[in-house]
């Protein structure tokens, strides 16, 4: 399964976009299922909202919820990446443990934000 990030699901969104377009095709040729977290639905609803953008197509992706494992372990990752120096956001935190509880990969478009999480068993999709 690969888990999409906010930023890839913009992209994709974006029908001008010629890098969304890459992404999407890069996903169909994987032949895996994909989702989306329930931390990246809110922020994309957020994001649509505000600029009054349609939100039909993202209510259609299967979307994983935030469980008590997820969050135990989101806790624990945090805590660790910011006592090895290596502060992570919280919600980035959060998407990784959704991502690592499910055995899943992560397609984002900002590996930067997510390169700390790798030790915890982070996989992401452009590997």
Known sequence: ????DTDVLIEIFDKKSSKGDEALNKIVESG????????????ILYGLYKYAK???DVLLLPVI?????????????????ERAGKPVRRTDAM????????GAFLYTFDSRHFEPLKPFGLKLFSE
């Open 1 to 4: 399964m690969i888990v999409l």
């Open 95 to 102: 998407i990784a443990a959704i991502v690592i509880n499910r």
């Open 32 to 43: 895996q299922d994909i989702a989306i977290t329930s931390i990246n639905l809110h922020e």
């Open 65 to 81: 919820d935030f469980t008590k494992k997820d969050a135990s372990l989101s806790a624990e990752i945090e805590l660790k990446a």
């Open 54 to 56: 349609p939100i039909r």
